[in-house]
């Protein structure tokens, strides 16, 4: 059975194989979920976030801060 419960602040957990940053495909790191304006939902590493971040790219309030959990 699936869980088809859906909210936005689920921690969502990457397996080790699939832990590759989007951007640099930097491996075995810990990633972060970036909203990126232009290309959705990414898996990247704290690096490329901030670099992302600093260009702007990213949707803002995508950092937990929903407010809709709390
Ligand atoms: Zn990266």
């Known amino acids: 059975m699936k869980k088809s419960k859906t909210s ?3 921690v969502r957990i990457v397996p080790e ?6 951007i640099c495909n ?5 990633l972060l979920e ?3 304006k232009e290309l959705g ?7 490329c976030w ?7 790219m990213l949707v803002s ?9 709390s």
């Open 61 to 69: 309030g995508s950092s937990g801060s929903c407010g809709c959990c």
């Open 8 to 10: 936005c602040c689920d």
């Open 26 to 30: 930097k491996s075995g790191i810990s």
């Open 34 to 36: 970036a909203n990126h």
């Open 41 to 47: 939902y990414l898996m990247v590493c704290q690096e």
């Open 50 to 56: 901030k670099k992302l971040s600093e260009q702007n």
């Open 17 to 22: 194989e699939e832990s590759k940053c989007a």
